[in-house]
């Protein structure tokens, strides 16, 4: 199941989906909004999709991800809209009998969507500026040290 | 001269000034409809940065782009 | 925090306990009680730990992983006594400020937690019989094969 | 002439039948003591499957016993 959610994300809710009797290993990646990126306080973050590419996407990877392992379920839910220092951004829950797949996929799956979902993210700092984060340009980054 | 219905995202929708318009346009791949766009609205991403996709599927620049199509630029992703 | 425990274990209590406004990335592992193992349906467990031994060598564990990767929290518990199918047995969290230092982190813990702490498993089949997990020696083999 | 205490775990307790026991030996090392109790009870397991534990520590099997250590042999483990 892949998801883009306007509403906080409940991970026990979302794990408890997973649920299965013939599940011996589950593996979740959390994504946290962190106070920090490289060395800049932030204070909120802003996620955006285009819901249904993101949408498309996102199936694609967890099919991509059921047929290099042997995996058993696999949910992979990213929140949009304003969050604060804390909140969870993404969640990504993965079984599978034993836990090699299960790490495996899960990292899979992360990796691919952050990569390839249209979701994007702007950091809003503690002095007010804010960036696309990925979108910076020669020219943002001459300006940037200027500053 | 076809008309598009172009949807903008992040840090597009803030350079354009609005999340979607309708616009009759006389290129003819969406590689020629994003460098118009970016010569009119000044985007600072060059095209090398870009993604494109039309009615909701990622499409290669060179595709040819028709008359109605929904038209989306994908600046760089940064989910997770 | 490593811990054995005789209740059952709360993935959300203990996933909140590792909340971190300068942690990204949080990623757990755990172990579910599997409904088979080796082509034989398994009906319930027992796990026993020698519990003084297994938190020292828990720690050590987690002071490894702490040296070895970027990492900011990290819990390991185990959960002894009979379990049922679906039950929680094992629970590892990890989190850091970036993905890549939690999934290895966590990957470590488990592995080495399955391989060194003093923890037992004895499975119970749906014939009744019984087996101690690892501890099969030639000669229960060939008992196996004749019965 | 030592006396150990010696708690037994998982099949090691199930072949012993008893959880521990205080017991007279005049076993030098830790691997001596577990081919006397082998002996005794029937243990299956060979020892270079089992390890040694001394007063909550793992301990080398030729590490020498004292009186009123704390003795536990480990089964392979199989926690997860």
Known sequence: ?147 | MITVHIQYFAILREQRGLAHETLATHAATAAALYEELRDRYGFTLPRDRVRAAVNEEFVAWEAPLRDGQKVVFIPPVAGG
């Open chain 1, 1 to 147: 199941m892949f998801r883009i959610s306007t509403e906080p994300l409940d991970s026990a809710v979302l794990q408890r989906s997973l649920a299965d009797a013939h599940a011996g290993a589950c593996v979740t990646f959390e994504g946290w909004v962190r106070d920090h990126n490289e060395g800049q306080p932030v204070v909120a973050l802003d996620y955006e999709a285009y819901a249904p590419l993101a949408q498309k996407e996102g199936l694609r990877i967890l099919a991509e991800a059921r047929e290099r392992f042997a995996i058993r379920g696999a949910v992979c839910v990213h929140r949009v809209g304003a969050l604060k220092i804390g909140e969870l951004a993404v969640w990504v829950g993965v079984t599978a009998a034993h836990r090699g797949a299960a790490f495996d996929a899960c990292r899979y799956l992360i990796d691919e969507a952050k990569a390839r979902v249209p979701i994007w993210k702007k950091e809003h700092y503690g002095d007010g500026a804010t960036v696309w984060i990925n979108c910076a340009t020669r020219g943002d980054f001459a300006h940037q040290l200027k500053t």
